[in-house]
Nanobody, 124 residues
Framework: EVQLQASGGGLVQAGGSLRLSCAAS????????VGWFRQAPGKEREGVSC????????FYADSVKGRFTISSDNAKNTVYLQMNGLKPEDTAVYYC?????????????????WGQGTLVTVSS
């Protein structure tokens, strides 16, 4: 059974850091593009970051560029999102997802598997 487990969310003050983890089971992450998306209350889901299969490339939304870093640990079949310099506008439920398509995938419709989401709250 294919599963994605997102974790690491929490409450942090503005300027703080969190590291989100996305652990996969039932498939090998290295063969998939993995993305992080977020959805704030009353807003549409938006793409935050993506790492392509085999770690060949990364993508960051302009709103997080320079503050967030996506990485993968193939031995643990886990993808991480290191979030530094957090701002109140980063508050959202964060989801990880995996796509069988090659390359960077920015659209949620391009993803095949989704984790359950983890809540990040940044206080001002």
């Amino acid at each position: 059974e294919v599963q994605l487990q997102a974790s690491g969310g929490g409450l942090v003050q503005a300027g703080g850091s969190l590291r989100l983890s996305c652990a996969a089971s039932g498939f090998t992450f290295d063969d998939y593009a993995v993305g992080w998306f977020r959805q704030a209350p009353g807003k549409e889901r938006e793409g935050v970051s993506c790492i392509s299969s085999k770690g060949g490339g990364t993508f960051y939304a302009d709103s997080v560029k320079g503050r967030f870093t996506i990485s993968s640990d193939n031995a643990k079949n886990t993808v991480y999102l290191q979030m530094n310099g957090l701002k109140p506008e980063d508050t959202a439920v964060y989801y990880c997802a995996a796509s069988r398509l090659f390359g960077i995938r920015e659209l949620s419709t391009e993803y095949d598997y989704w984790g359950q989401g983890t809540l990040v709250t940044v206080s001002s």
